[in-house]
């Protein structure tokens, strides 16, 4: 009775994995659609016009059907405590969408440097990135974190894709009947993970010298949320891409961090991740599993 019950957890596990998997894909598949009036505007022929809207179509089908597919394997788990955590992270993900200005391509834009939000007191709202076991499903309140770099940043990482695997590593444990001690940890890793990561792929494109030609980067990456801290000027740049992204000049950019403070930020918001990540792997038992989370992470440290 106790192998069957196991073998049980483990198959849910698994069917919660690649519903993780499927809803990221969805995600990225829906925010890969082209802004075709801009395309319009930009003297695209007619063929490339059709073929784009065709691909949107595709795209947005294909991303719809994912979700769909996903649903239902979700609720097919039977449990509504994982089914309410995955289902927030969703909204977290259209939540991500309407943090601040966007270029017409709908790229996000950082917030202007000394911009002030009108702040909301919802009691249905948290500003605690970390959540307690009350907050986790509630909507994260980001015009009180607007204006911080490093809270901007997380805030937009977390509900972007942070919320998803830090959910999704918690609802592993709610599976598996762990402890409320344990699923918070689990959670904070994958927070933790998440985050490391993220900063990883932000500094990437600033440990070249040059900007490689045609080549862009996040406007709200780390790097750049750091420098405008360090040089608000440089935000005249930026905002240029409001009336059209082509207008903004990406290698002045990419200088100018260069040679501010931001990359280096960067790279101790990420061993800040990687060390808050290692520091909640010591809740769990040390077995094999555990090592190589280790490994991971300690991999990713000299990245």
């Not at 994912?66 to 994982?82: F, G, H, M, R, W």
């Not at 750049?224 to 005249?236: A, G, I, Q, R, S």
């Not at 990359?263 to 809740?283: C, N, W």
């Amino acid at each position: 009775m106790e192998q069957d019950k196991s073998a049980g957890v483990l198959h849910s596990q698994r069917v919660l994995v690649e519903v993780t998997e499927m809803i990221r894909i969805s995600h990225l598949v829906h925010n890969s659609l082209v802004n075709l009036q801009r395309c319009t505007k930009a003297g695209q022929d007619s063929t490339s016009y059709d073929d784009m809207t065709v691909g949107n179509k595709i795209g947005l089908l294909v991303g719809d059907y994912l979700l769909s597919y996903s649903s239902v394997e979700l609720a097919d788990l039977k449990n509504q405590i994982v089914v309410g955590l995955i289902s927030s992270a969703v909204r977290d993900f259209s939540e991500s969408v309407f943090i601040g200005e966007r270029d017409e391509q709908n790229n996000p834009l950082p917030s202007k440097p000394g911009t002030v939000y009108p702040h909301t007191n919802s009691p249905a709202c948290t500003v605690d990135i970390d959540y307690d076991a009350e907050d986790i499903l509630k909507p994260m309140n980001i015009v009180k974190l607007i204006g911080n770099p490093e809270k901007e940043w997380v805030a937009r990482n977390m509900l972007n894709v942070g919320s998803l695997l830090s959910k999704s590593c918690l609802a592993s444990l709610q599976l598996a009947e762990q402890s409320e001690y344990l699923q918070k940890k689990a959670y904070l890793f994958g927070k933790h993970l998440s985050l490391a990561w993220q900063a990883c792929l932000d500094a990437e494109p600033f440990q070249l010298t040059s900007l490689p030609y045609d080549t862009s980067f996040s406007l709200v990456s780390a790097p750049v949320l750091f420098h405008l801290e360090y040089d608000p000027k440089l935000y005249d740049e930026i905002e240029k891409g409001k009336v059209c992204v082509d207008n903004v000049d990406y290698v002045k950019i990419h200088q100018a961090i260069l040679q501010g403070p931001g990359l280096e930020k960067t790279k101790q918001l990420q061993r800040k991740h990687t060390t808050a990540a290692l520091h909640v792997l010591e809740s769990f038992p040390n077995n094999d599993a555990r090592k190589a989370l280790e490994n991971i992470i300690i991999a990713m440290q000299d990245l």
